[in-house]
């Protein structure tokens, strides 16, 4: 199985504060993702990028940043973090064809008070 | 985009019977159906997926089946055991290098000994 790996695992974070969370995954897929899972929301895509040096806005952007500087590293950014962004993140990878499975990170708990 | 809603929410099965979920999307390009099981504090992990070339899947116990004149999809679990209790999600994707998943928002399965 391919292996995300995430951290910080648990962050707490104040208001207006800035948080950046990192994702690295080391079997050269082409695709990466990041979702925030809340109850009754299910998992809903942030960002995600097709390759280094590339990104782009998945369902509900606002409010975060994304950035692809190598094939194995993502990260997400909160520039002025707010109470409404707590919650549970997750990274993944994959790449389209013959699998089309998309492999996620362990999650990152973030709570911003 | 993509719209896909999952019912129901929660499911309360006893042990041994069989539990059905049920997924419908909404853009026919759609090709590309997996199932995803979260266990409490861990991630989602892929358990079978369909293709829109296939009508039935089954593996260990998971039965998928695909309408695609319906636009709906489904997972059963046959035999249901203590183990099967967790989140099960379905996702839609039009596949391709440039495609995203869209997930339900998942259903809470409770299987009673």
């Known amino acids: 199985e391919a292996a995300v790996t995430q951290s910080p695992r648990n962050k707490v974070a104040v208001t207006g504060g800035k948080v950046t969370l990192s994702c690295n995954q080391t079997?050269?897929?082409?695709?990466m993702y990041w979702y925030r899972q809340d109850t009754g929301h299910g998992l809903r895509l942030i960002h995600y990028?097709?390759?280094?040096?590339?990104?782009e806005k998945g369902d509900i952007p606002d409010g975060y940043k994304a950035s692809r500087p190598s094939q194995e590293n993502f990260s997400l950014i909160l520039e002025l973090a707010t109470p409404s962004q707590t919650s549970v993140y997750f990274c993944?990878?994959?790449?389209?064809?013959?699998?089309?499975?998309?492999?996620f990170g362990p999650g990152t708990r973030l709570l911003v008070l | 985009g993509e719209q896909v809603e999952q019912l129901p929410s929660i499911l309360r099965v006893q042990e041994g019977s069989s539990a059905s979920i049920n997924c419908t999307y909404e853009?026919?390009?759609?090709?590309?159906f997996p199932w995803y099981k979260q266990e409490p504090g861990e991630n989602p992990k892929l358990i079978i997926d369909i293709r829109s070339n296939m009508e039935r899947k089954q593996t260990q116990g998971l039965i998928v089946l695909l309408d695609k004149k319906a636009k709906r999809f489904s997972l059963h679990i046959t035999d249901t055991q203590p183990g099967d209790s967790a989140m099960y999600f379905c996702?839609?994707?039009?596949?391709?290098?440039?495609?995203?998943?869209?997930f339900g928002k998942g259903t809470k399965l409770s299987v009673k000994s």
């Open positions: 079997n050269n897929h082409n695709n």
């Open positions: 993944a990878s994959g790449d389209w064809g013959d699998q089309d499975t998309q492999y």
């Open positions: 996702a839609a994707s039009s596949g391709g290098s440039n495609a995203k998943l869209t």
């Open positions: 990028s097709y390759g280094a040096g590339s990104t």
């Open positions: 853009n026919s390009a759609s090709n590309y």
